[in-house]
Nanobody, 126 residues
Framework: VHLAESGGGSVQAGGSLRLSCTAS????????MGWFRHCIGKEREFVAA????????YYSDSAKGRFTIGIGDGKNTVFLEMNALKSEDTAVYYC????????????????????WGQGIWVTVSS
């Protein structure tokens, strides 16, 4: 299982970015998906997660109201739309996947995920 993030880069505070995570050779049906980030000097933290039904998005307090997680139409892409970005959002962002038979399971703990992307930088300048 290979996950590849894209869409990162540099943006000014208040701007927007859309991250995508694409899976090779399978769809995200039956996989719970999540986004995490690792800021320099901090532990990895949960950002957002979604069930494979696409109907159960869940966000960290810092992401709520600014970020949107969703599954692409092709079912092999999960995106993270990030708006009103702040300098503290600067981090390496990772997508993660966990197979699950339950359509509405949301996973927020990093150690419960089985597959991870390589990560992508997001830099927000103030």
């Amino acid at each position: 299982v290979h996950l590849a993030e894209s869409g990162g880069g540099s943006v000014q505070a208040g701007g927007s970015l859309r991250l995508s995570c694409t899976a090779s050779a399978y769809t995200f049906r039956t996989y719970a998906m999540g986004w995490f980030r690792h800021c320099i000097g901090k532990e990895r933290e949960f950002v957002a997660a979604i069930s494979w039904s696409g109907e159960m998005p869940y966000y960290s307090d810092s992401a709520k109201g600014r970020f949107t997680i969703g599954i692409g139409d092709g079912k092999n892409t999960v995106f993270l739309e990030m708006n009103a970005l702040k300098s503290e959002d600067t981090a390496v962002y990772y997508c993660a996947a966990r197979p699950t038979p339950a359509r509405d399971v949301v996973v927020v703990e990093g150690q419960e995920y089985d597959y991870w992307g390589q990560g992508i930088w997001v830099t927000v300048s103030s």
